[in-house]
């Protein structure tokens, strides 16, 4: 069955690139998420005022691949307890945060959270929320790091790599 999640992660040009690689993922799609203001646009999220975190539409295949191994993979290539910064990106755009759309996959989500704070002293700074807000990213942005393979991403080269090789083994 067709699911949703939304990521933010700090840059959305690799996080989306990263989840478009792993098997099980049907599309990905970057976007805003989560702000109070009215069709934002990249500029205007860069200011800091619009309350929007850069963001990864993620939709996938259940059957193929679980929300804790698609929650996993995302703790990968973040930082969880940097507070609106992931590598060089600085702002609170670049926070962390798990968007749910399905009321069900809030206590997955959360229990995968308490999970992940166990190898942390300092506190965890993902979010957990329902998503209320979204907004498709301009087009340019779409799949950036594709059009653009020279382009600045906080996820290395290795990283792409294991996406790619990665296998759901959660439910055997």
Same mark, same amino acid.
């Given at each position: ?34 702000? /109070? ?7 205007? +999220? ?9 963001? +990864? ?19 990968? +290539?973040?930082?969880? +307890? ?5 590598? %060089? ?13 399905? #009321? ?9 959270? %308490?999970?992940?704070?166990? %190898? ?20 340019? /942005? ?11 991403? /906080?996820?290395? #080269? ?15």
């Amino acid at each position: 069955m067709k699911k949703m999640i939304y990521l933010a992660g700090g840059c959305f040009w690799g996080t989306e690139k990263y989840f478009a690689c792993i098997p099980g993922v049907i599309s990905t799609e970057v976007g805003y998420a989560n702000g /109070h203001t009215k069709a934002p646009t990249y500029e205007e +999220v860069c200011t800091n005022n619009t309350g929007y975190a850069e963001t +990864v539409k993620v939709e996938y295949d259940d059957e193929k691949v679980s929300l804790p191994f698609i929650l996993n993979m995302y703790y990968d +290539v973040i930082d969880p +307890v940097s507070m609106n910064r992931q590598g %060089n990106d600085i702002g609170t755009q670049y926070r962390t945060g798990i968007f749910y759309v399905d #009321a069900a996959d809030e206590p997955v989500t959360k229990e995968s959270v %308490n999970e992940l704070q166990k %190898n942390y002293k300092e506190k965890i700074a993902v979010k957990v929320e329902p998503l209320k807000e979204y907004y498709k990213a301009e087009e340019y /942005h779409q799949n950036y790091l594709d059009k653009n393979p020279t382009g600045y991403c /906080h996820i290395g #080269a290795d990283k792409f790599e294991k996406a790619r090789k990665a296998i759901d083994r959660t439910e055997e």
